[in-house]
């Protein structure tokens, strides 16, 4: 059998990581400032998340959602602290998609309604529900494309206004920081604007913080820079550093049923210690102060680079817009200068998406390495 062939492949095979570095096959050192999309929020390898989930393995993988967890309460009191968002529930699944997935159904489940509005350049997933509402045509198969879904432009508040007056909606889904389609945002005007509208139309309001949330932004969600409450949150990438995992918080005004949701392998034991791990460091670590402030670092150094014509995003969601197309500034920063970083649909932005712990002293060699490819 060979491997369904699905993925653009660099020709690098990392074998080992620790932090933000990792080894190839042939001892070559890289610097990871892209955390495998997004994904490594506490550091590859971090020492307190080995342990856990080792000593997790050791006493028992897996059990199915039959049974007492505690493991799924810990985490679910702790992520509510640590969030400021104690007045949610969660349900726990195994991937962004899955998180989205779920949240959209709960929408529908609540509002009694089908149809759902999202936003141009918008990425929620490649499943049913999720794919629909992601702007790209080339991934909506005719089945997705039964789900009817609103594309609307980003802070158009007409625009907003008269789709969500119609009575036909269950949901807005909204990154408040776009990944994949190259960190536009909502303004903080516009955000408020689509919570308000959302709340007088009984319309659900889904924040997609897969990318964004876990103190990337330099708060623990973004949305929390513009000062609204969404009513369900989605989660996934950072909240395991690599374990696939994924989550939806519900305010508690969703009322739970017996098999409303479900899943076999969402919450295991193996994926609430990672999970528990992860949080422990981010506090322990104060990585979204740090996110914080090296991300207005990065920005710092960012604009003192010609080539660099908008530098965008929030903490360590930062994305560098050049005047030409960047598919090979990328290669030439893997290949020749040893250097992970993202793309995006706009195809003249690099992204960078590194662990929440790393240092002034590795933006600067970001920084050196970039000066050295634009030469
Ligand atoms: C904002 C956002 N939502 C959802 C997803 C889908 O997550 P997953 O790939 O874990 O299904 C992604 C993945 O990139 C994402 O960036």
Not at 3 to 30: M, N, R
Not at 142 to 150: G, K, L, R
Not at 320 to 347: C, M
Request: hydrophobic share 40%.
């Amino acid at each position: 059998m060979k491997l369904f062939d699905v993925y653009p492949l660099y020709d690098v095979t990392p074998v080992s990581a620790k932090g933000i570095e990792v080894w190839d096959d042939k001892g070559q050192k890289y610097l990871d400032f892209y955390g495998g999309h997004a994904v490594i929020s506490i550091g590859h390898t971090h020492p307190h998340y080995v342990a856990k989930i080792k000593d997790q393995l050791d006493k028992m993988a897996f059990y199915s959602n039959s049974v007492q967890n505690p493991l799924q309460e810990e985490l679910a009191e702790k992520l509510g602290k640590l969030s400021d968002c104690t007045d949610y529930d969660l349900f726990m699944c195994n991937s962004g998609a899955e998180a989205n997935e779920n949240a959209l159904k709960m929408a529908s489940f609540h509002t009694g309604k089908a149809k759902v509005i999202s936003f141009k350049n918008s990425f929620h997933g490649r499943t049913s529900a999720a794919v629909a509402a992601t702007d790209n045509p080339s991934i909506n198969a005719p089945i997705n494309q039964q789900q009817e879904v609103t594309f609307l432009p980003l802070n158009d508040f007409e625009a907003f206004e008269k789709v969500i007056t119609s009575d036909a909606y269950c949901a807005v889904i909204l990154e408040a920081i776009q990944g994949v389609g190259g960190l536009d945002e909502p303004s903080t005007e516009f955000y408020q604007f689509i919570a308000k509208k959302c709340k007088e139309n009984n319309v659900v309001l889904i924040a997609d913080e897969v990318q964004s949330g876990y103190g990337r932004s330099g708060k623990f969600f973004a949305f929390q820079h513009h000062n609204i409450q969404p009513d369900i949150i989605t989660i996934a990438k950072g909240m395991g550093n690599g374990f696939p995992v994924g989550g939806v918080l519900l305010h508690e005004t969703f009322k739970p049923s017996y098999g409303l949701l479900g899943t076999t392998f969402g919450g295991n034991h193996l994926a609430c210690a990672a999970c528990l791990a992860v949080l422990d460091v981010v506090d322990n670590e104060n990585l979204i102060a740090n996110a914080a402030s090296l991300g207005s670092y990065f920005k710092e150094k960012a604009v003192e680079i010609p080539q660099i014509k908008n530098v965008k995003g929030r903490g360590l969601m930062i994305g560098l817009e050049f005047d030409f197309e960047v598919a090979d500034l990328r290669k030439k920063l893997i290949y020749d200068e040893h250097i992970f970083t993202g793309s995006a649909k706009n195809k003249k932005l690099l992204r960078f998406l590194p662990a929440l712990n790393i240092t002034k002293e590795h933006i600067d060699l970001f920084f050196e390495a970039l000066k050295t490819v634009l030469k």
